[in-house]
């Protein structure tokens, strides 16, 4: 597709790595985020600053956002000086952000009225597929769109997959999330019982690791668990707004989640002893402490 012109908007711990791989790749990338010392790694490496969002996505063929919560979207995108107001004519939008399926299909629709096209693309893989370039990214909006963004996608992703319409991506996400809620409930307590009985945690990890009992947590999150190791590749906080969002949709499908129910009981209570800007395998916490 050529070597567009890129704007990224927020490069927290995952969005550093993706706009990293996006610059090693010779693109040019204009950022903006919150805090510009936080940026420094990428702006060393040829990264453009800009103050403001407009300011960053003016001329951008392609705009990227990588933020926090569903209102942190919404404020990008429909502030006076944000997205939608600045974008020009022809532009793609790809929010990676987890956030909810109704915005997406709001902001697709309001783009169009504008001539923007645009894509919801939440990832997963944590900060390791992001630094990697291995990032499971789902797509959401017009089949076209997807096709048309799709080899800059695969400059950080491996597993990358067209969903259906807007909003569809973010859907996706929410069966990624809500497998992964109570799966590291169970990859604390097999861990917790491994200690209980006496073993060695590490030895544990050889063979169920890659068994039946194999996941991604398994393999990359228990070994920080067994370290102490619980800095974020994902924040607490991020993911119990990832399961908030879902138990609301399921809510109005009259689905009922009682696993995770409880996961987000469990990350609630973590959240209110302090520790929602540790990583998600803090909750190996509440077993062992």
Not at 141 to 155: A, C, D, H, I
Request: with cysteine.
């Amino acid at each position: 597709m050529g070597k567009k012109k890129l704007a990224f908007i927020g490069t927290g711990v995952m969005g550093s790595s993706i706009v990293k791989h996006l610059l090693e790749a010779d693109y040019e990338v204009t950022i903006f985020t919150r805090t510009k010392e936080k940026a420094e790694s990428v702006l060393s490496m040829g990264a453009k600053w800009s103050e403001t969002v407009g300011q960053a996505v003016h001329d951008a063929e392609i705009i990227f956002t990588m933020v926090g919560y569903p209102s942190d979207v919404e404020d990008v995108y429909y502030a006076d000086n944000g997205i939608l107001a600045n974008a020009q004519k022809g532009a793609v939008l790809i929010d990676m952000t987890t956030s909810s399926p109704a915005l997406a299909k709001r902001i697709a629709e309001d783009a169009a009225r504008k001539g923007v096209n645009s894509i919801d693309a939440p990832v997963s893989g944590g900060d390791v597929g992001a630094k990697n370039g291995t990032l499971s990214i789902m797509c959401g909006g017009e089949r076209e769109t997807f096709k048309q963004v799709l080899p800059l996608l695969e400059v950080f992703g491996q597993q990358i997959v067209y969903q259906g319409e807007a909003g569809a991506g973010q859907h996706t996400k929410m069966c990624n999330q809500i497998a992964i809620a109570t799966n590291m409930i169970g990859v604390c307590e097999a861990l917790a019982y491994g200690r209980k009985a006496g073993l060695d945690a590490d030895t544990i990890l050889q063979s169920i690791a890659s068994g039946a009992a194999g996941s991604w947590s398994l393999s990359n999150l228990a070994p920080r668990m067994i370290k102490g190791d619980f800095e974020p590749g994902f924040y607490v906080k991020h993911f119990l707004k990832d399961m908030n969002i879902a138990l609301s949709e399921a809510e109005l499908m009259n689905l009922p989640l009682p696993g995770l129910r409880l996961a987000r009981d469990m990350y609630n209570n973590l959240i209110e002893e302090g520790y929602g800007e540790k990583g998600t395998q803090v909750l190996y916490k509440q077993y062992i402490d």
